[in-house]
């Protein structure tokens, strides 16, 4: 196992943008499974922003990583990209041939330095070494079949896995350290998208077999009790949910519906200008991570201004110093600054 400081890319997290410029937006990644590609969205202003990635198959769960890669599962692997470009770096894992199952990749998340992937359809998770991209373990491995359906998973505040099932109308949680199933949340109808907020409360999204009834997004855990907080006529099968700055992004088969959080009013949408829709997976990167890392100053271009002005935030310690995520300003930080700044801007 790689002993490399892999992390998840966080909201506000330092060294990503290093100068204060102008400010930004954060912007939405999104998966389309019409478009096969992962399509980008300005959230200030709610523009569509172009394919990031203009091809690639079924996109069915997104990560970004602080080192800069865009982690994607689709069919049967997890491919990678250049986060800030689109640029294809190759496959993390073949998953189905490293288990020798019918494994599709959806979601994913870092935990304790592991990459976990969620099995899509199938009930399986899977721990992958994110640097190397060997197989450490098969944590969970429910089976396929009739009884086993899951489409979304995402990692909880009490150290559980939550999946969905689609065809057993659940939510089912397990342990993150041994993967044992410890219990379910039982839904009328199918159970599609979750994630969880900061303050460990629960979105589900809920849809119905036919278009007569309203599909849904429930709530519950951290004193919230346990209902529906979106009904809305206008969702069309909530694939997945993001929770972000208190609103829910729920993308389905025409568009990514905005949501208030607490009230569940509608509050617009995210729509591409192509035919970019049936959204499987999303992922928010924060405000100036798509600017020029080496552009010190923020003037457009990476000049002695800059290497000279990054060197004074290397000297004191400044954590905007801290290229790598690690923590610290030390000589790798030093020595990547050099790399981004004789690629230039």
Known sequence: MSTARTTVLAIGALGLGLHAGEARA???LAGSWDADSIVMFDLDSREYLGALVPSVFNPSGILVLSDGRLLVGSGDSVLQFDARTGEALGTLINVRTAVNDNFLAGNMFIRNGEL???GWYNATVVKVDPDSGELIDVLIDEGGGAGNASTTMAYGPDNRIYMTEWRRHTVNSYDADTGAYVGSIGFANRA???????DGIGYVGEYHTTDVLDDGIFRWGAGQG???VVRDQMLHGP???EEHDGLLYVGDKIAINIYDANSGASRGWLTPDDDADNFFALAV???GFFDCRADVDGDGDADADDFFGYLDLFAVGDPLADIDGDGDSDADD???YLDLFSAGC
Request: hydrophobic share 50%; proline share 4%.
């Open 26 to 28: 954060d912007v939405m």
């Open 192 to 198: 599609a998208g979750i994630d969880f907020d900061n």
């Open 116 to 118: 976990y992937v969620q």
């Open 334 to 336: 030093f020595f990547a």
């Open 285 to 287: 990167v924060p405000d």
């Open 239 to 241: 694939h997945v949910v």
């Open 226 to 228: 346990y209902g529906r």
